[in-house]
């Protein structure tokens, strides 16, 4: 008897791709993991960075692979005597409930809260809305 004969062989399609909008969710919430990582750098006095490799011409002119880092921007910013937190997909801030573009606390404390409420609303998708809207603009 064939060894392979012994095996339960089927034919399948493999699923790479999740749902568009469940990938934009998930940038999105990883987006506001690294914010809260800039939060907690700025409440520390320092500045987030992150590592990454980039290619450089060297003097012979080969291109090499070189350490650097990268500067996160924050979402968030000092003004009116308090402190605007934004929402961002990508480069471009989205409107929370259709029209307002951030939110405003007393403290640099109270970012946090407002951080972790955008990551909720982004799990269960009540900011797809507005992605979809800032998504649109980008293509036109």
Request: glycine letters at 6%; proline letters at 1%; hydrophobic letters at 40%.
């Amino acid at each position: 008897m064939s060894h392979l004969a012994k095996l339960n062989l089927k034919t399948v399609n493999r699923n790479t791709k999740k749902e568009p909008v469940i990938e934009r969710r998930d940038k999105l919430t990883a987006a506001i993991d690294e914010q809260l990582k800039v939060l907690a750098a700025a409440q520390e006095g320092r500045e987030h960075t992150v590592p990454v490799k980039r290619w450089q011409t060297n003097e012979t002119g080969e291109r090499t692979r070189v350490d650097g880092v990268k500067r996160i921007r924050a979402w968030f910013f000092e003004q009116d005597g308090g402190w605007y937190v934004q929402c961002k997909y990508g480069s471009r801030v989205l409107h929370i409930n259709g029209k307002s573009n951030a939110v405003f606390v007393d403290k640099l404390e109270g970012v946090a809260d407002v951080l972790k409420a955008f990551k909720n609303a982004a799990e269960t998708g009540e900011l797809d809305k507005a992605i979809v809207l800032v998504t649109k603009a980008r293509s036109s």
